[in-house]
């Protein structure tokens, strides 16, 4: 139909409400897009959250899909709350209770472990419901069948730690900056251990994914008035905006042209390393220089501003 509005291309940041899973923010994005009148989008999410999370869920559109898993690589910040006395099987609060324990810790004390014990590269052991697959089949669907699930440790770096408050006497509030593949609920788990005593997660959000913030992302309401006809543009933050800790390499007609042929540029000046190549304020493609010489790492496929 000729009367479709052109696939976007960037990014919608959602505030992703508890209980929606991430796929489904996914397809909230896709049915709104249709709903909005807009052409057929490619869309992905840059990092899953669990349902009973809350917080920055990168929703990538259109050209954006080719850094999704850039952005899976990042490093997240999460607030999230552990309750002590009781640890339960999914090390939240929708498993049943598995251990107790009367030792609750002070707030200081739980922040003294956390530095001391949990900061730097740690290994850690994944919860046995989460979504790492064991012989082709997801931990959790594993999990809840019954079956006793074996996983791996992993190595994850824990980069800072700081105390949000306490919500209640048993309970302390934590902000963990961490890299990817961390599990917050298995960081909850060992803290208590490691104080002698049990705990598991009653809140969790992430405030930060990559360089997107809390402070931009929008809520599934606010989503849901693209399907109604509210601007998109108005929501959409732009492809570059997933690489804001990249620098732009600036490139003329000629040189953009050669990009998008594939072709290596040389006698660059630039130091090397991963650049962004712009032109007219328009990303070309993701390109490396090594020794003055750049080469195309992913290309991007946008309309010039002139089209």
């Not at 996914?26 to 899953?48: D, F, I, P, Q, S």
């Not at 640890?87 to 939240?92: G, H, R």
């Not at 003294?112 to 046995?128: C, E, H, N, V, Y």
């Not at 961490?178 to 992430?206: C, P, Q, W």
Request: proline share 6%; hydrophobic share 40%.
């Amino acid at each position: 139909m000729s009367d479709l509005k052109p696939a976007p291309h960037g990014w919608i940041v959602l505030d992703k409400p508890r209980g929606l899973g991430s796929t489904q923010a996914v397809a909230a994005v896709k049915r709104n897009l249709r709903e909005g009148g807009y052409a057929k989008t490619k869309v992905g999410h840059g990092g899953t959250l669990d349902p009973l999370a809350e917080g920055v869920l990168p929703i990538a559109l259109g050209e954006a899909t080719k850094l999704a898993g850039r952005m899976l690589d990042a490093s997240k910040i999460y607030e999230f709350t552990i309750q002590f006395g009781e640890e339960t099987s999914t090390l939240d609060t929708e498993g049943e209770v598995v251990a107790r324990s009367d030792i609750i810790p002070e707030p200081m004390e739980v922040y003294r472990t956390a530095i001391s014990k949990f900061r730097g590269k740690i290994d850690q052991l994944p919860p046995a419901y989460s979504a790492i697959k064991v012989d082709g089949k997801r931990a959790y669907d594993r999990a809840r069948a019954g079956e006793k699930v074996d996983l791996k440790k992993r190595t994850v770096t824990v980069h800072a730690w700081n105390v949000l408050g306490q919500p209640a006497e048993d309970s302390v509030t934590l902000i963990a900056h961490v890299s990817k593949g961390t599990y917050i609920r298995s960081l909850a788990r060992d803290i208590a251990r490691a104080l002698g005593t049990y705990g598991h997660v009653t809140y969790l959000r992430r405030t930060k994914a990559g360089p997107f913030h809390q402070n931009q992302a929008i809520s599934l309401d606010k989503l849901n008035e693209i399907g109604s006809g509210a601007p998109l543009k108005d929501l959409l933050l732009p492809l570059e905006a997933g690489l804001d800790d990249i620098p732009a390499l600036i490139l003329d007609q000629t040189s953009a042209q050669a990009v998008r042929q594939g072709r290596v540029l040389s006698e660059l000046p630039q130091p090397s390393g991963l650049y962004c190549g712009m032109l007219d304020n328009v990303p070309v493609a993701l390109l490396q220089i090594a020794d003055g010489t750049a080469k195309v790492v992913r290309g991007f496929n946008l309309p010039d501003v002139a089209e």
